[in-house]
């Protein structure tokens, strides 16, 4: 963990803050933005040994949740209804990396039959949210209730999913490892139980109209979501490999961002977060990355802007095809 807080370190001391991307405590890749004069912080930096981990800011989650509930794979939850029709009883649910409970709002009224959604995270601040903006009903009608738990889930175990008929996240795998990622298959797998995991980063990305920078941009921004072993865009390869090793039957599914003039909100503060953390990972590209994002902005004010967001939903059931 100690090369981004370096990397991060020697930005800060450079005394530079380009791209009003705000101060370096405010940026973690793919997490948006930051700081600009008189806002406040939505995002900071993952810390080094010793340090607290990163946290999200609630606006944040909140300005991507419509996009995310658009982008979601639909087509994932046939074989996963099919899975979970011959189970008796309610469903129990452990949502892991909860943020705000946008997963929750959004699966929750799309299945049949009571269910209790344990919403996982290590951030308190945010489960008070989760908990407070909780789904109540499911599809048919009958009754969803909610448990907070804080906590690290990549240190999660087949115990603490006992009784679980699905496991879910949303925006979690790419900031996991691959050794933790192997921790939640073994999890998921020893406890016999389906995993949904959706909207992880697949770093691609596409803008219209393109510019000569994208690409290299891109390409930062990828190695910065990599930084110290973080799985970043191999996320979804690399739970698949874990989780097909374990016996799982694997599938997945686009899960894109598709931004148009409707979503400028997102599209710039998400610009501002993808183009500050390529500069983190490559100062080199600053010069050249200000003017960039200044007319992409614009053009971004002007409804004028496109964006493709590439993701995957990755859905996971130990045992075989339903
Ligand atoms: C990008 S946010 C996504 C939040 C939410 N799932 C959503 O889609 O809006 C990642 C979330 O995972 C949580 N998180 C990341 N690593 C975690 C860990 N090891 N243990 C518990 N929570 C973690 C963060 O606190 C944050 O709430």
């Known amino acids: 963990m100690n090369t981004p807080r370096t ?45 607290e981990p990163p946290r999200y800011a609630p606006e944040w989650l909140t300005l991507r949740e419509g996009a995310d509930a658009a982008a979601r794979a639909e087509d994932a939850l046939d074989p996963l209804r099919i899975r979970l029709a011959g189970l008796p009883g309610g469903l129990v649910v452990h949502d892991l990396g909860c943020g705000t409970g946008s997963m929750g709002r959004w699966l929750a009224p799309r299945l049949d039959g009571a269910q209790h959604w344990v919403l996982h995270d290590r951030d308190p601040y945010l489960l008070h949210f989760a908990a407070a903006a909780a789904p109540r009903t499911a599809a ?39 050794d933790e990622v192997g921790t939640l298959a073994d999890a998921c797998v020893g406890a016999g139980c389906p995993a949904l995991l ?6 691609r990305v596409e803008l219209g109209p393109a510019d000569p920078l994208d690409a290299e941009l ?26 097909a090793e374990r016996g799982a039957t694997v599938r997945v599914y686009p899960s894109a961002w598709r931004l148009g003039p409707d979503e400028a909100a997102l599209t710039g503060q998400w610009l501002r977060g993808w183009v500050g953390a390529a500069v983190e990972q490559r100062p080199d590209l600053r010069e050249r990355a200000e003017p960039y994002l200044r007319d992409r902005l614009a053009a971004c004010a002007a ?14 059931l130990p045992g075989g095809t339903p």
């Open 198 to 203: 959706t909207l992880s980063v697949a770093g």
């Open 218 to 243: 891109a390409e930062a921004f990828n190695a910065h979501q990599r930084r110290a072993g973080l799985l970043g865009p191999d996320a979804v390869t690399a739970t698949c490999e874990a989780f």
């Open 7 to 51: 990397a991060a370190a020697k930005w800060r001391e450079s005394g530079r803050r380009p791209l009003g991307v705000g101060t370096a405590d405010a940026v973690i890749a793919g997490a948006g933005p930051v700081v600009r004069p008189g806002e406040r912080a939505t995002v900071r930096l993952r810390g080094g040994d010793g340090e």
């Open 140 to 178: 048919d009608g009958s009754r969803v209730t909610v448990e907070t738990r804080r906590g690290d889930v990549s240190r999660l175990t087949a115990d603490a999913l006992a009784g679980a008929a699905l496991v879910t996240a949303s925006a979690l795998l790419d900031v996991l490892t691959r």
């Open 303 to 316: 409804g004028e802007l496109r964006a493709v967001v590439h993701h995957d939903d990755l859905l996971a």
